[in-house]
């Protein structure tokens, strides 16, 4: 599939506000339905299919900024409507695209030892479940703020692999912090790993075609990779961006500042050539867009799953093959809705444990 024309939203009554976050909503959603049939000249052959849950910027609050009630209430709706995701939809994996963390950029040591062990139980999973995290600004800093010790770090828990193939599909996942082309150490290793994917993926694709022989190492499956990071590539700004959870009307035309809102045109350029991906999954503008570079790659911004950044969150659903993909995004319930929901729930509550006597005078 060329385009994301097949991104299917839930139907509208996957809106519906529940009690309990994400029931209602995740009742209605549908892993979507994908080709699961290639051909090869003649020769048809079926193609397994992954599901995998794409979500992004969960920003859970670290000891400086932010009210504990509003920690306590954001990470609860979180973890409620994550694992209802597990329960009720079973991916078999599971990537978050960064800005896992809201503090990370600063945090001491304990604050992050402490950071990272609420994740854990926010995000547990079952062991045939993998959940695979990149890194954004805010778990490692922006590029001025970063060092070996944020980045090692973040790695020791998330693992630094560039390249994660599963049924014979890639996913690169990319460290777009370090992709600001200023030849830092980080930004320079970070480039040479992507090179050295590069040169895997092209050797694979090159050898099914008889035309060239790999060194030593299992060979990657040949199918033009899934790519995934927190920046997204290049944008003018959310200009054409639509839907209701794009940007707020007013914003959507502020241009975006390269390597700071946006990844920069270089940059971009070079992930493109050097990579090859059919399909780009990004993050950190908390809200929706779909784009399409030079006309044939398309990118789609994953907003953010938390009700602290929208009122309205979502995630995506991928049904892969290393041939095709189908995507759709299933969305939580409206927090303002949730809100009325609980405060009438509260008021009938009273109502029914409350004399009837104190409740004339209430009525009073
Ligand atoms: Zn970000």
């Not at 405060?343 to 005078?361: F, N, R, W, Y």
């Amino acid at each position: 599939m060329e385009s994301l024309k097949e991104l299917e939203r839930c139907p509208a009554k996957t809106r519906m506000p529940s009690p309990y976050p994400g029931l209602c909503s995740f009742l209605m959603c549908n892993w979507p339905e994908v080709k699961t049939t290639a051909y090869d000249g003649e020769q048809a052959s079926h193609e397994p299919v992954l599901k995998a849950m794409f979500l992004a910027d969960t920003h859970l609050l670290g000891e400086f900024l932010g009210h504990w009630l509003d920690k306590l209430r954001r990470e609860w709706q979180m973890e409620r409507a994550f694992q209802t995701a597990l329960w009720l939809l079973q991916p078999e994996v599971v990537f978050i695209l960064g800005d896992v963390f809201d503090e990370g950029k600063w945090s001491t040591p304990e604050a992050w030892a402490d950071d990272v062990e609420r994740f854990q139980k926010m995000f547990r999973h079952p062991s045939h479940v993998q959940l695979k995290v990149v890194a954004g600004n805010h778990d490692i800093g922006f590029h001025y703020e970063m060092n070996t010790y944020k980045v090692e770090r973040f790695e020791k828990v998330f693992s630094s692999e560039r390249l994660f193939s599963w049924k014979g599909i890639n996913f690169v996942m990319v460290n777009s912090v370090a992709l600001n082309g200023d030849g830092c150490g980080i930004c320079s290793e970070a480039e040479a790993e992507l090179i050295e994917v590069s040169h895997r993926l092209n050797c694979s694709r090159e050898q099914a075609h008889g035309s060239r022989r790999c060194g030593p190492g299992p060979l990657l499956p040949v199918s033009a990779p899934v790519l995934l990071q927190h920046y997204p590539l290049y944008r003018r700004s959310d200009a054409n961006c639509s839907g209701d959870d794009a940007a707020p009307p007013e914003e959507r035309d502020i241009p975006f500042k390269e390597n700071y809102d946006v990844l920069s045109r270089e940059a971009s350029q070079k992930l493109l050539w050097w990579l090859q991906p059919r399909l780009v999954l990004s993050g950190h503008t908390h809200s929706a867009c779909e784009v399409h570079h030079g006309g044939r790659v398309p990118e789609l911004s994953v907003p953010s799953f938390s009700w602290r950044n929208r009122n309205n969150p979502s995630f995506i659903m991928g049904s892969i093959t290393p041939t095709d993909y189908a995507l759709s995004k299933c969305y939580l319930p409206r927090e303002d809705v949730v809100l009325v929901i609980y405060c009438g729930a509260e008021t009938k509550l009273l109502h029914l444990i409350m004399p009837v006597s104190d409740q004339k005078k209430l009525e009073k």
